[in-house]
């Protein structure tokens, strides 16, 4: 496999790769599993409303070996948006060859070109070592605020 990468915008012919891809990246990263008819729904529903967000896929070889979802929130501070990378994925195989750094840099162009965005933020597992090493060399960086959460349905924290 080259290392050449092509991003695109995910089509609904990509819900299955994305749908394995996140049950992976939790079953890595957390040790979880996840439901996997509520995972695919998740995944077709922001396929089929963009006002939930977006993926971007990235191909080497015309095979698709990476995902980033993004959401957005809205900040009142900043009148306007952060754009937020979720259920980032490469495969196994993929890694380390640029994959990541092609979805990132992808994002940052459109974040750059549209109007109304305040930046990119992402959250990381606290014991991902490899990933928060990954997200430092491309320029992300900690903040002040701890993240917490009162989830409603699936596990608790």
Partial sequence: MT??????????????FIAAANA??????????????TL??????VLADAARGFYL?????????????VTREWSDW?????W?????????????????RALQGELRRRAAAASGVAGLRLYV???NQSAQA????????GTAYRMLEWPIRGDAP
């Fill in 3 to 16: 290392d050449a990468v092509v991003v695109r915008e995910a089509r609904a012919g990509d819900a299955g």
């Fill in 84 to 100: 937020w990378l979720q259920s980032v994925y490469v495969l196994p195989e993929a890694r380390r060859r640029g994959v990541f």
């Fill in 24 to 37: 992976a990246m939790a079953l890595e990263t957390e040790d979880k599993r996840l439901d996997r008819a």
């Fill in 78 to 82: 900043r009148n306007a948006d952060w």
């Fill in 134 to 141: 990954t997200y430092a060399a491309l320029g992300f960086a």
């Fill in 40 to 45: 695919e729904q998740g995944v077709r529903a």
């Fill in 125 to 127: 597992e606290r014991d």
């Fill in 57 to 69: 896929v990235a191909e080497q070889e015309g095979v698709v070996v990476g995902c980033v979802l």
